[in-house]
């Protein structure tokens, strides 16, 4: 019995199918250049890799040939899988806990589509398109915002007109909230403590950090989109409102031009004309000056962000990293983190350069902050919420 987990994106859905109680993968794919001249398809099952070459028009075509090669590798999908995990990006005001998915809820994640244009959509027909295939079971809708619906006021509220951003819904949000979740629960069962203060940084492609109060977060860095907060591999983060304007004036770009500079063709990408890390690392060693500058400001804004979570929680007791960036990058972990010896937060060397995928502390023993890295399981998270809605 499994749980099957599926991120649908604009052009791609990444599925996995989970054991929910052992925690186990039993297989997970990737579809991917949905409605190009050619599409992909890669299945991982067994300890082997079938990829799949084809035109692959749409999403509904995607998931029902990864539904192919799934049951031709032997798994019987309609016996096996007992609930679909939809991740879904935006919740809005009006989702906050996994929610069984009806045609109801369908219609209002689709009408949450103006808080999240780039997400929601692909979220809606990802939905559609695997309820059609598996019409038996239950679907389930796990939101990125969910984690974080309740942070304080004065977190979550931008210094705008209160008038305009009531009937617009202009409030900050947060996301990766079920990886923030997931990792900060993982950090009190990992160290058997209750009551921690925790700063969180998930830095993938995309990039977050959270400060949570005994499992209660207080504040995150993105916001109304997840285009604030930390630099990524292709977002700016937080930037001048200003800039916006400007582009608009100056540069006679439209809002489109502008989504599209902000969120694809800017962070690393933008500074360094590349936004994979270990891409970027090796530019660095080679001389580019470009990709040392991207560098600068991406640890730069990272520890703007720790320093003021260390004042808000007050007493820090965990820094803890996360996603490809933040339990592989061990250079990035020590730059985020050198000099604050003084603040109580000391990485050590040897335990930070250690490679593995279990959570693990790599501060040193006279470090008061302990620091760790803690791998995130979005899909494994999304499962077990799924399998509690559907007990
Ligand atoms: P997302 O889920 O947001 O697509 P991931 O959490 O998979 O992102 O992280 C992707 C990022 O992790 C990429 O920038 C990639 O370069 C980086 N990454 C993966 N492995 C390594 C590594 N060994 N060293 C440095 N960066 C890495």
Redesign the pocket.
């Known amino acids: 019995m499994s749980v099957l987990v599926v991120n649908s994106g604009s052009s791609s859905v990444k599925f996995q199918l989970v054991d929910p109680v052992s925690g186990e993968s039993l297989a997970s794919g990737l579809v991917e250049q949905i409605g190009e001249s050619e599409g992909r398809v890669v299945l991982e099952y067994g300890g082997s890799e079938i990829e799949n070459r084809r035109e692959i028009p749409d999403h509904g075509v995607g998931l029902a040939v990864a539904f192919e090669m799934l049951e031709a590798s032997g798994v019987e999908l309609r016996s096996e899988v007992t609930a679909v995990g939809h991740r879904v990006v935006h919740g809005g005001e009006v989702f906050y806990r996994p929610t069984l998915i009806d045609d109801d809820v369908l219609q209002q994640i689709s009408d949450l589509s103006a808080l999240a244009p780039l997400h929601n959509p692909p979220n809606v027909l990802g939905i559609e398109v695997a309820r059609e295939q598996l019409p038996d079971v239950s679907h389930v809708a796990v939101f990125d915002t969910a984690f974080f619906h309740g942070l304080p006021a004065a977190a979550a509220t931008y210094a705008i007109d209160r008038d305009v951003a009531k009937a617009h819904g202009i409030r900050r949000y947060g996301f990766h909230g079920t990886s923030h979740e997931y990792v900060s629960q993982q950090v009190t069962r990992f160290l058997g403590r209750e009551g921690l203060n925790q700063i969180v940084l998930h830095?993938?492609?995309?990039a977050s950090a959270s400060a949570i109060r005994s499992g209660v977060p207080i504040d995150t860095s993105m916001g109304l989109t997840p285009l604030e907060g930390l630099v990524m591999?292709t977002r700016s983060g937080d930037i001048d409102p200003g800039v916006v304007m400007h582009l608009k004036r100056s540069a006679g770009m439209d809002v489109d031009a502008i989504d599209q500079l902000l969120n694809r063709a800017s962070g690393l990408k933008g500074l360094a004309g590349v936004?994979?890390?270990?891409?970027?690392?090796r530019n660095i060693e080679n001389g580019d000056a470009d990709a040392k500058l991207a560098y600068d400001v991406y640890i730069h804004r990272l520890r703007k962000y720790i320093g003021s979570y260390m004042v808000l929680l007050g007493r820090l007791d965990t820094i803890t990293f996360t996603?490809?960036?933040g339990?592989?990058?061990a250079g990035?972990r020590a730059d985020a983190l050198a000099n604050l010896e003084g603040f109580g937060i000391e990485v050590d060397a040897e335990r930070n350069a250690v490679r593995s995928r279990e959570p693990r502390i790599v501060s040193t023993d006279a470090s008061t902050v302990t620091v760790l890295v803690v791998p995130?399981n979005e899909e494994l998270a999304i499962a077990q919420a799924t399998e509690q809605v559907t007990l």
Do not use: I, P
């Not at 830095?203 to 995309?206: A, K, R």
């Not at 936004?275 to 690392?281: E, K, P, S, T």
């Open positions: 830095l993938g492609n995309g591999g936004n994979d890390f270990r891409v970027l690392g996603a490809g960036v339990e592989n990058a990035v995130t």
